[in-house]
T-cell receptor, first 114, second 113 residues
Framework: NAGVMQNPRHLVRRRGQEARLRCSPV?????VYWYRQLPEEGLKFMVY????????ESGMPKERFSAEFPKEGPSILRIQQVVRGDSAAYFC????????????FGEGSRLTVL | EDQVTQSPEALRLQEGESSSLNCSYT??????LFWYRQDPGKGPEFLFT???AGEEKEKERLKATLTKKESFLHITAPKPEDSATYLC??????????????FGKGTHLIIQP
C-alpha cells in the first residue's frame, strides 16, 4: 500500500495521559498536513509541515499540542495531558506540491479520552 | 473568516435519480475549491479542483461547477456505490501563510437500489 499510513488507528487514553499519533506520507511526498474531525463537525485544519519545518500551525491549539516531521521517520502529532474534548478522529494528509488543496488522506487515528 | 456551508445535510435518492449538492462559500480571495468523497471510517478521497467561476469538471457520474458564491456537485443516474459523504473545501489566497483548507460539514448521500 503506497498511500498515507497512520497509526494507531484507534487509541484510548485516560485524562492527563499523552497521545502520540504517527503518519507516514505517500512515498515521495514532502508536505504533510494534520486535520481534526470532531463528531458532527467538519474537518478542521491543524498544522502544515515540510521536512524539519513547521510551515503553518495556525489551526493548532497553543497549549498541549505539538507536531513534527523529522528528516527521517514519520510525522508525529503529540497531545499532552489529554482531555475529553480531544476525543476525535485525526487525519493526516500529504502532497507533492506546495500550497495545493489536492491532498492524499490517510484513514485516520481515532482518539478516545476516558 | 472563511466559511463553507453545504446543503442538504443528508440526501436519500433512488438509484438512477439525479440530483445536485450545494456548497456555498465566503472566502477572502479564492485560490481553489475542492470536492472530496468520504466513506464511513475512511479518510477523504480527492475528486475535483475548481479555480474560477464558470469552470466545470467531470468524472463518471459526477460533475462539479463553480460560481462566485457557490459550487454544485451534480450526480447523474447515481448507483448505490455512490453512497458516501461529499465534502466541499476552499483554500484562500490570503497570502498570510494559511495553507489549510476550510471544509464544510458535508452532505451524507444515500443511494437506494
Amino acid at each position: 500500500n503506497a498511500g498515507v499510513m497512520q497509526n494507531p488507528r484507534h487509541l484510548v487514553r485516560r485524562r492527563g495521559q499523552e497521545a502520540r499519533l504517527r503518519c507516514s506520507p505517500v512515498k515521495g511526498h514532502s508536505h504533510v498536513y494534520w486535520y481534526r474531525q470532531l463528531p458532527e463537525e467538519g474537518l478542521k485544519f491543524m498544522v502544515y509541515l515540510q521536512k524539519e519545518n513547521i510551515i503553518d500551525e495556525s489551526g493548532m491549539p497553543k497549549e498541549r499540542f505539538s507536531a513534527e516531521f523529522p528528516k527521517e521517520g514519520p510525522s508525529i502529532l503529540r497531545i499532552q495531558q489529554v482531555v475529553r474534548g480531544d476525543s476525535a478522529a485525526y487525519f493526516c494528509a500529504s502532497s507533492t506540491q506546495l500550497n495545493t488543496g489536492e491532498l492524499f488522506f490517510g484513514e485516520g487515528s481515532r482518539l478516545t479520552v476516558l | 473568516e472563511d466559511q463553507v456551508t453545504q446543503s442538504p445535510e443528508a440526501l436519500r435518492l433512488q438509484e438512477g435519480e439525479s440530483s445536485s449538492l450545494n456548497c456555498s462559500y465566503t472566502v477572502s480571495g479564492l485560490r481553489g475549491l475542492f470536492w472530496y468523497r468520504q466513506d464511513p471510517g475512511k479518510g477523504p478521497e480527492f475528486l475535483f479542483t475548481l479555480y474560477s467561476a464558470g469552470e466545470e469538471k467531470e468524472k463518471e457520474r459526477l460533475k462539479a461547477t463553480l460560481t462566485k458564491k457557490e459550487s454544485f456537485l451534480h450526480i447523474t443516474a447515481p448507483k448505490p456505490e455512490d453512497s458516501a459523504t461529499y465534502l466541499c473545501a476552499v483554500q484562500a489566497s490570503s497570502g498570510g501563510g494559511a495553507d489549510g483548507l476550510t471544509f464544510g460539514k458535508g452532505t451524507h448521500l444515500i443511494i437506494q437500489p
